[in-house]
């Protein structure tokens, strides 16, 4: 991979634009076509590039490009491509997802594509030779990792007008927050499973993976995008959905609701979370008097958001009220207890066991939270018609998202290398403080701040000798984490509600086994949102832990529930002895992987280290602990301050599109 | 759209708004030349639909399209193609003016019109409907533009009703959708669709889907709305009913000459005094129905062998519909026998023909019997009415004992309501579903204080006793009702007239309820302690009345003091054909027009309305809401060749309105802002029967 730079102004403007194109390249991951262009755009070209995320495919006569290249300038033209603007050079542009759509439709592409997936996994863990130089060899600021939070910082700090080289030793985006498919999250997940040298404290442990269907799956190689920290919405309010229309990232995203929410009840049955008036309406397994309960009990957290805080209003919520523990209060405000449960886990997402364990939500927090529910269903409804929830699912998964970012950050002129890992630090011989990196290419880059995605330990060779530093890594050391966190993926033939394809499901604590003291979150996702083949269902779920046994035990109830679930949603009414013999046949579950996750906070010293993907179910506190460190960095700067809107941002404000 | 608070204009944008205007000022002044010399060139229908694009209020200017378009269409008769051209550019034109405003009554008339010449597809207007409806639910222009789409292209009604129900799921505050929902539910039910035959099939599922969002959230209207609907629903009966009458099936009725015989051994319930040679028979429907004469009505009787009864309807207005008809019987000419007994038989329903506004028919064939015996003894003269003053106070009256022959006059009615329900398994269904009604909101009041809740409770509570009724064994709700009527005027001050109204009908309907509480309020009315022939009074006083209703229980009234309550209309006393005395006195009457109803008590001799607030408001409100003459429904009794005392009457038309037919022989109106020296002169010359005045004796 060549880039072009130059300290020219002008050129640099160029540069932006062909980085653009060349993140919206990557995102095709390894079946993408890297563009390569030396004469400036011209203004047409320009528009079509950026606002429409359009890709350049140019035939290069150059020896550095890619082998595969050629390929999609082979288009056959008996199938004529989708709408694409072609113009003079022998340039095609695409847009993205036909561009996509293309490769997974097309049968002669899917071969060579495949191919082509194949050659850069096995070039993953070791960058190929030889590796073009970077210029200029100094930065502001370079960045590590490709995940959430780091893709956060390069696309802000870019947006101020920092200089970026941003960073990745793996072949795709997002890192840790990345979406892949079987085979390269397999591979990824053992990868960061197993101590090395160059990683003695990985990120994951006993990662159990099960394949039952191999056959059927490998059918479909290229046709799941399996998210590394799932399960993971965004609150249709929330801070992510903020930050993407602030800094423009929205363009490349596409959303799809979250039908519904169920909760397991004490018959170990799937109800529904009535978290609207609507909802409430249209449930029918609420009494009449647990209705209004409810609606009362919403109203009443309503009333007291909309007062101001000086105003003296029975309406409001007393002081005490608000630093009692949350499940007091609903038990306070006559809540029957399956309606506490639907409120405490199933709509304030409470972690933790709020009866008996230490971990108690206060009321003031347990109303918040509330209010980003409720928020984000009002916002929904005011920018879509036809969307009812309050969460939303990027189309093509989460790893969707820091390439969004690191999108935005390209345009503002960062510099993207992938597979290219850092092997060592560069420190001041006086001073001691850290310099710059040195690249797997042997080349120095010098910067002035250094940001690390948590899960890379950068040998100190050159820095070992200096006190000072070493004491700054020690602090990046994932030894002092805070817990751990327990995830499962499995992919499935049918759905656990049979209607309905995309939804939360919630196992509060003690609903599946008496020690069960944290909640478990599932997240079922159908093809419609492009995660698998249709026809197919992903589930993932996750459950805090304190160690390794525990988490097992709980993926391993998790899993069993589900199993249970996918039997008595698929039988309908036929007897359980004939449904039996139907599993026994057509197995419904294909695939799983469990595996426990370390987890760690962000850490900031001269160099910063980033939060790991944390426990949530959205990205709050992540993209939280991400402005601190951002702040800590700039403090002058503002992330994506609003003043800056580009043209591109004033297109359309509402950049934020789904489908329903 | 809803909830969106008004903020006062910015400086820039009232001079927009002041430059919108101008422009819209001289694009009217054109309009309006084109409009009155008959211009519809392109020219001039172009200027109408910039007009109204900008303002789609101008109703001038959519009659003005409208006759361009007929203009138009005479022109082009013959080609269906440049026919259809014109309806497609005018229904462009109404759709852009709706976008202006979807609230313009003149563009969703006007698009009506245009798909009432039926040359358009009426296809497309679904499709305009789910975006105005959309962008609005609760847009009622909308959905009453939906029933005319969905009438003409014949859209199942069951299609709509499901449209309501998904239209409620998503937000079910939506008065629009439930009163859709509750017309075509009228009308799947009336016409016995399949699905829709019975309502006992159809409404406890709808009881079921209203609760969900009455519970939910009982702060709004919408669902009450409905649940009203349907409670209405569950306790109508469609046909009309008889629910009483007078004289009571199986009496004996004694008619007293002009003298009466001291010591007469009969009921005072049963006794009535007569000065005329006729007597009222009383027929009392639930509801107002038309119908009734003599073919539909038959009385086989002595007393009117030669002629035909002429039956009268008894309402405020000259309508040909009434819940009472009154018909006058004649008693023979001369002095008959005193033991002579007249047996008088009435029967209706045999025939067709008595019919409800609602387009029902009495369809329960009906008979009841009662005798008259005729009492002319001239001994010595006693108090009858009319030959002495009467005195309202408290110690004219005296304690009734009761005695064992005096038979109830109230105890048949009941008999008579229950022998027509013949749909005893109807019934049962209707109590059931009152008393779950009634158990859902007893809880829901034990979480809640929530006042349309409490309304419905009483309402459940009144429905259900109606329905009981006899309540032989059954504990009458009445207290409870009343109890929750006082919170609720203290609680919602703003409805408290309507409160204290209902109130007052459910503290009647108590107090009618059965005989022994009636006979608690019933006294002699005498002078002289001795005379045991001296009529029966009602007191009804000081009980906070403002309004009178159970008149069914109380068609054999004779006297009556309804004094000392808060009364502003006496609407239904018509019915009281035997009232002779009434005392009004110490209420809030406000004019003459609040006494209509007393124009048809023609038995009346002595009125007491003093100490009410006549002449005291400069405004007289009801004159708006009851006949006057100047309202076309009394024109024809309006007979301007009688007036001689002309002068009078502009000043005090009203009252010689209300008064000129009556026969008063006792008035008393001190205490009345109205009155004066002239008023007095006034009220003399229009009562000439008039022999008290304000407790003094006239010459």
Redesign the interface.
């Known amino acids: 991979m060549q880039r072009n730079n130059s300290r020219d102004a002008a050129h640099r403007r160029r540069w932006q634009r062909c980085s653009t194109a060349v993140a919206a390249t990557t995102e095709m991951r390894g079946a993408a076509v890297v563009m390569q262009k030396t004469e400036t755009l011209t203004k047409k070209e320009e528009h079509l590039l950026l606002p429409n995320a359009a890709i350049a495919i140019v035939p290069l006569p150059d020896a550095t490009a890619p082998a595969h290249l050629p390929l999609l300038c082979r288009q056959p033209s008996a199938q004529p491509p989708h709408p694409a603007h072609s113009f003079g050079g022998g340039f095609r542009f695409y847009h993205l997802k036909e561009l996509c759509h293309l490769l997974r439709s097309t049968n002669s592409f899917e071969a060579e594509a495949g191919r082509l997936m194949t050659g850069n996994e096995s070039e993953s863990e070791l960058p190929v030779p030889p590796y073009p130089p970077i210029e200029p060899t100094a930065f502001d600021l370079i960045v590590i990792g490709t995940g959430l939070p780091e893709s956060v910082i390069s696309a802000a700090a870019s947006a101020s007008g920092k200089s970026v080289l941003h960073l990745d030793p793996n072949p795709f985006y997002g890192s840790h927050f990345s979406s892949l498919s079987i085979a390269d999250l397999t591979h990824f997940l053992n990868s960061h499973s197993t101590p090395s040298s160059v990683c003695p404290d990985p990120l994951y442990s006993d990662v159990e993976i099960s394949n039952y269907a191999s056959r059927l799956l490998s059918q479909h190689p290229r046709n799941f995008n399996l998210d590394v920290s799932g399960p993971r919405v965004l609150f249709c309010a929330d801070h992510a959905v903020d930050l993407m229309l602030k800094s423009g990232a929205s363009h490349y995203l596409e959303f799809k609701s979250i039908d519904a929410t169920f909760m397991l009840d004490a018959d170990a049955k799937l109800c529904s979370v009535p978290d609207s008036?609507?909802a409430?309406?249209?449930d029918k397994s609420l009494g009449?008097?647990e209705?209004?309960?409810l609606?009362?009990f919403f109203?009443l957290v309503q009333g007291h958001l909309s007062l101001d805080e000086s105003e003296e209003n029975d309406v409001r919520i007393s002081e005490e009220d608000l630093d009692s523990p949350f499940a007091d209060f609903l038990t306070k405000m006559k809540l029957s207890h399956k309606i506490k449960s639907i409120v405490l886990y199933a709509i304030a997402m409470a972690d933790y066991d709020q009866e008996v364990s230490e971990y108690v939500l206060k009321t003031r927090d347990g109303i918040n939270r509330l209010a980003l529910y409720n928020s984000s269903i009002g916002r929904l409804v005011l920018m879509f018609?036809n969307a009812?929830g309050a969460l939303i699912y990027p189309i093509y998964g989460q790893g969707e998202l820091p390439q969004a970012f690191c999108r935005r950050a390209a345009v503002k002129g960062c510099l993207y290398v992938l597979r290219m890992p850092v092997i060592s630090l560069l420190t001041d011989q006086n001073s001691g403080s850290y310099k710059g990196v040195r690249l797997a290419s042997g080349q120095d880059i010098l910067s002035h701040k250094l940001v690390l995605d948590p899960s890379f330990t950068v040998p100190g060779s050159l820095a070992s000798s200096h006190q000072q530093l070493q004491e700054s890594f020690q602090a990046f050391s994932l030894s002092d984490n805070k817990g751990k966190v327990a995830r499962g993926i499995c992919i499935t033939r049918s759905s656990l509600k049979p209607d309905l394809s995309n939804f939360l499901v919630i196992f509060p604590p003690r609903s599946l086994f008496p020690e069960q003291v944290t909640s478990i979150r599932v997240l079922q996702l159908g093809g419609n949102l492009a995660v698998c083949p249709v026809g197919m269902f992903v589930l993932y779920f996750s459950a805090l832990c304190d160690e390794v046994n525990q988490g097992k035990k709980l993926l391993h109830a998790a899993l069993s529930a589900l199993q249970k679930l996918l039997v008595t949603g698929t039988a309908g009414n036929s007897s359980t002895a004939q449904s039996e013999d139907m599993e026994e046949a057509k197995p419904t579950l294909l695939w799983s992987a469990l595996y426990i996750q370390d987890l760690s906070l962000g850490q900031f010293g001269s160099i910063i280290s980033t939060p790991t993907p944390d426990g949530n179910l959205n990205y709050n506190d992540l993209l939280d602990a991400t402005e601190k460190l951002y702040w800590k960095l700039y403090p002058k700067e503002e992330l994506f301050p609003e003043t800056t809107s580009s043209p591109e941002n004033s297109e359309d404000d509402a950049g934020l599109t789904l489908e329903s | 759209m809803h909830g969106r608070p008004r903020k006062p204009l910015k400086p820039e944008d009232a001079a927009a708004s002041a430059a919108k205007a101008e422009k819209l000022r001289v694009l009217q002044s054109q309009f309006l030349h084109n409009h009155h010399n008959h211009i519809y060139s392109k020219e001039a229908v172009e200027l109408s639909t910039k007009l109204l694009e900008t303002n789609p209020e101008l109703y001038t200017a959519w009659n003005y399209r409208k006759l361009a378009v007929q203009h138009k269409l005479t022109e082009n008769d013959s080609d269906p193609d440049s026919l259809k051209s014109i309806l497609d550019e005018e229904l462009r034109v109404v759709e852009s003016a709706l976008r202006q405003n979807f609230k313009s009554y003149g563009a969703w008339h006007h698009r009506k019109w245009i798909l009432s010449k039926g040359h358009s597809s009426i296809d497309n207007e679904l499709r305009l409907l789910d975006k105005f409806q959309?962008a609005d639910s609760r847009n009622f222009h909308a959905w009453n533009y939906r029933r005319f789409v969905a009438a003409s292209m014949n859209r199942s009604e069951e299609d709509e009703l499901k449209y309501t129900e998904d239209m409620i799921?998503?937000?079910?505050s939506n008065y629009s959708a439930w009163h859709n929902r509750s017309l075509l539910l009228s009308n799947l039910l009336k016409r016995k669709v399949e699905g829709f035959v019975s309502k006992e099939k159809v409404l406890p599922d709808e009881y079921e889907f209203v609760?969900?969002?009455i519970?939910?959230?009982?702060d709004d209207q919408s669902g009450w709305f409905y649940h009203l609907w349907l409670l209405d629903q569950t306790v109508r009966v469609d046909s009309p009913q008889l629910v009483s009458s007078w004289p009571t099936p199986g009496s004996d009725l004694i008619l007293l000459g002009d003298r009466c015989l001291d010591g007469c051994a009969s009921s005072p319930f049963t006794r009535f005094h007569l000065d005329s040679r006729t007597f009222p028979l009383v027929l009392y429907f639930n509801q107002a129905v038309e119908g009734v004469n003599s073919s539909t009505i038959t009385v086989d009787s002595e007393l009117n062998t030669n002629k035909d009864l002429v039956w009268k309807p008894l309402s405020s207005c000259n309508s040909k519909a009434a819940q009472v008809w009154v018909t006058q019987l004649n008693l023979p000419d001369g002095n008959t026998h005193s033991s002579k007994v007249f047996p008088v038989e009435v029967s209706l329903g045999h025939s067709q023909g008595i019919i409800s506004s609602s387009g029902f028919h009495y369809s329960n064939p009906f008979c009841f019997a009662f005798r008259v015996s005729l009492q002319f003894v001239e001994t010595q003269p006693v108090e009858a009415l009319g030959k002495e003053i009467i005195s309202w106070r408290d110690e004219s009256f005296h304690n009734y004992n009761a005695h064992s022959q005096d038979s109830s006059p109230i105890s048949s009615l009941y008999q008579l309501s229950i022998k027509n329900d013949n749909e005893l398994t109807d019934f049962e269904w209707r109590a059931a579903t009152i008393a779950k009604e009634i158990d859902?909101f007893r809880?829901?009041l034990s979480?809640?204080n929530c006042k349309i809740g409490k309304l419905t409770l009483a309402r459940l509570l009144m429905a259900h006793d109606a329905m009981m009724c006899p309540p032989a064994n059954k504990i009458s709700h009445s207290e409870e009702v009343l109890e929750l009527y006082n919170d609720l005027m203290r609680l919602d001050p703003t409805h408290v007239q309507y409160y204290k109204d209902q109130h007052s009908l459910v503290l009647l309907q108590q107090v009618t309820s059965n005989w022994e509480s009636l006979l608690s309020r019933c006294f002699h009315y005498s002078n002289s302690p001795s005379n045991r022939g001296s009529p029966m009074c009602l007191q009804l006083k000081n009980l906070s009345l403002s309004r009178l209703g159970s008149f069914d229980k109380l068609l054999w009234v004779q006297m009556l003091d309804l004094s000392h309550n808060e009364l502003r209309s006496i609407e239904g006393l018509e019915a009281l054909q035997l009232l002779s005395c009434l005392n009004l006195s110490n209420n809030i009457l406000g004019s003459f027009t609040a006494l209509e109803p007393i124009r048809q008590l023609k038995s009346l001799r002595a009125l007491n309305i003093s100490y009410n607030e006549i002449g005291a408001h400069s405004i007289d409100t009801t004159k708006y809401l009851c006949s006057s003459p100047l309202s076309h429904s009394v024109g024809s009794e309006w007979n301007h060749g009688q007036t001689v005392i002309d002068d009078d009457i502009k000043s005090y038309w009203e009252a010689y309105f209300i008064l000129k037919g009556l026969n008063l022989t006792q008035f008393d109106i001190v205490g009345n802002a109205i009155v004066n020296e002239k008023f007095k002169s006034f009220l003399i010359k229009v009562l000439p029967g008039l022999k008290w005045l304000d407790g003094e004796q006239l010459h």
């Open positions: 008036r609507a409430i309406f249209k009449l008097m209705k209004n309960q609606m009362r109203k018609q009812l | 959309k799921c998503n937000n079910f609760h969900q969002a519970f939910t959230d009982p859902h809880e829901l979480l809640i």
